[in-house]
């Protein structure tokens, strides 16, 4: 029981360290709460939760043996997830021009949940984190479904809040957002984000194997 108490401990560790930190997911939350605000995000960030969520007890289940036997697959995610993310910083820089469309359109849609929960499918750092922390729960023996609620608990438990803490971030600077010049310089910094973190996932991805 100690040791489970330690490992959890140490999960709780790792999963706050990944979870806080800038990536796909946080950066989309961002970009969402900045540009449609937090009750518009939410949906999103629910289906980045429950998309990961999914993943970690694959992972737990033994998915990580499929990357295994597949070494190219991780390439081939970074390729993707890069991609879309590459498309969402063109979609930031276009969203300044389109906003008198917009505005005569009607409001502008947010991205829905399904969409965030596909997300963690080619998100490399979902798929890292999922992984590693299935590999944690493994190294003291629990049994599979002990292991796997405990992953579930403490990522939850860890991740919501971080996710929430993003999109209030990306919501507290909306107001800021009303000038057109401060739209389109937060706009241009978020594409810049958004395409330098699409281009470091490729470079990191073309480590594991090219496509």
Known sequence: MDGWLETS??????ALTTSITPGPNNLLLLDTGARHGFRRGLPVLVGIQVGFLT???????????????????????????????????????????????RARDGVSRAPRWYEGAALQLVNPKAWGMALAGAGIAASVGAPSG??????????????????????????????????????RDFNAFMATLLLSTAVWIVWSGAGQGGP
């Open 55 to 101: 993943l970690l007890v694959a992972a737990h289940s033994g998915m990580g043996t499929l990357l295994a036997a597949l070494p190219g697959l991780q390439s081939h995610l970074a390729w993707l997830c890069g991609a879309y993310l590459a498309w969402l910083a063109w979609k930031t820089l276009q969203a300044t021009r389109d906003r008198d469309s």
């Open 146 to 183: 002990s292991g796997a609620a405990t992953l579930v608990a403490v990522f939850a438990g860890v991740g919501v809040p971080s996710s929430f803490t993003w999109l209030v971030g990306g919501a507290a600077l909306r107001p800021l957002l009303s000038d057109v010049r401060r739209q």
């Open 9 to 14: 401990a140490a999960l709780a560790a790792f």
